[in-house]
């Protein structure tokens, strides 16, 4: 996995470069400008760039979306010195893979990185305070909550919220009971709950159910499964 790191901080990114080179990450090249990281990532397109939230030119966020339209094949995973849910929901709708705290253990921003580079979206310590903003007037918090959760996810969340067992939704979903588990984890762990029952009260107490999960309360036929 190549990764390009990019903070306005030199001593900081240098520092996070030669962590992570020696729990065998690849770090392709550092940056502390926007223009500086865009020549990286053109130079050495990397699988992923870890990216500042603040530039003293420019918000991350806006660089995070350049990102997307200049490098979309570059997993964005964004790096934040203090927990603020609204930028949270504002990099999970910019398309950010990843958003996680600066000042947490090598060892759980090396296990992010990892997540993330097999296809997972990592939200570090703000699910709950992301379906906070999801409940403001406007928020858009369907479109956040179909970017936090993949298309699989949300079918077993709207399964959970239905009070479907592992049998069920492996039935109803045609997929291995196993697979019905690691899927209910994954959404748990996103939304930041420990039960079925707790991701089912916040997601309808956020108001966003019906908005990103179609169909999840429409009558199903009587022995529909």
């Given at each position: 996995m190549k990764l390009v790191l990019a903070d306005p901080h030199r001593l900081f990114v240098e520092s996070l470069a030669a962590a992570l080179a020696r729990r065998g990450f690849v770090v392709a090249a550092m940056a502390t400008s926007p223009p500086e990281l865009f020549a990286r990532l053109a130079?050495?397109?990397?699988?992923?760039?870890?990216?500042?939230?603040?530039?003293?030119?420019?918000?991350?966020?806006?660089?995070?979306?350049?990102?997307?339209?200049?490098?979309?094949?570059?997993?964005?995973?964004?790096?934040?010195?203090?927990?603020?849910?609204g930028l949270m929901a504002a990099a999970i709708e910019g398309g950010a893979a990843g958003f996680i705290s600066r000042d947490c253990h090598i060892v759980d921003i090396v296990r992010s990185l990892a997540r993330v580079r097999h296809g997972e979206r990592v939200f570090d310590g703000a699910p709950r305070d992301a379906v906070r903003v999801f409940r403001l007037p406007g928020a858009g918090g369907g479109d956040r909550l179909r970017v936090l959760l993949t298309s699989r996810e949300q079918e077993v969340l709207m399964q959970i919220t239905e009070g479907e067992c592992t049998r069920q939704i492996a039935r109803s979903l045609a997929i291995t009971e196993a697979t019905v588990r690691t899927h209910v984890q994954n959404v748990l762990v996103k939304l930041g709950v420990h039960s079925r029952l707790e991701a089912s009260t916040v997601v309808a107490e956020s108001g966003v159910l019906d908005a990103c999960l179609p169909g999840a309360h429409t009558s199903r036929p009587a022995g529909g499964r």
């Open positions: 130079e050495h397109r990397p699988d992923i760039c870890v990216l500042a939230t603040h530039f003293p030119t420019c918000s991350g966020l806006d660089v995070l979306q350049q990102i997307g339209r200049q490098h979309p094949w570059v997993k964005a995973v964004m790096l934040s010195a203090v927990p603020d849910p």
